[in-house]
Nanobody, 120 residues
Framework: QVQLVESGGGLVQAGGSLRLSCAAS????????MGWYRRAPGKERELVAG???????NYADSVKGRFTISRDNAKNTVYLQMNSLKPEDTAVYYC??????????????WGQGTQVTVSS
């Protein structure tokens, strides 16, 4: 079994910063891609940022230059540093990891979600 635990959400004023973390534990052989998604009220889930096993990152246009995704492979953890936050960044943020288990089976795992609220 694999467990993902997210942390770091909260309430912040516009222009502020937050750092999200997502740590994986359990029967992990390797982790390939890692990503952060978000779902705002009344909207569909969207990809915010992703990072490959080799460290190549990609971002949604709406967060480029403000958000940074990174990973610590030794800790099986992915981070999302969010700066210059805007009210439109308010959403529930979910991490998603593509994990190959000890049984050599790849699967997409999701975090429980963490609320980010940006006040104007």
């Amino acid at each position: 079994q694999v467990q993902l635990v997210e942390s770091g959400g909260g309430l912040v004023q516009a222009g502020g910063s937050l750092r999200l973390s997502c740590a994986a534990s359990g029967s992990i052989f390797s982790i390939n891609g890692m990503g952060w998604y978000r779902r705002a009220p009344g909207k569909e889930r969207e990809l915010v940022a992703g990072i490959t096993a080799g460290g190549r990152a990609n971002y949604a246009d709406s967060v480029k230059g403000r958000f940074t995704i990174s990973r610590d492979n030794a800790k099986n953890t992915v981070y999302l540093q969010m700066n210059s936050l805007k009210p439109e960044d308010t959403a529930v943020y979910y991490c998603q990891l593509t994990i190959t288990t000890m049984k050599r089976l790849p699967y997409d795992y999701w975090g429980q979600g963490t609320q980010v609220t940006v006040s104007s």
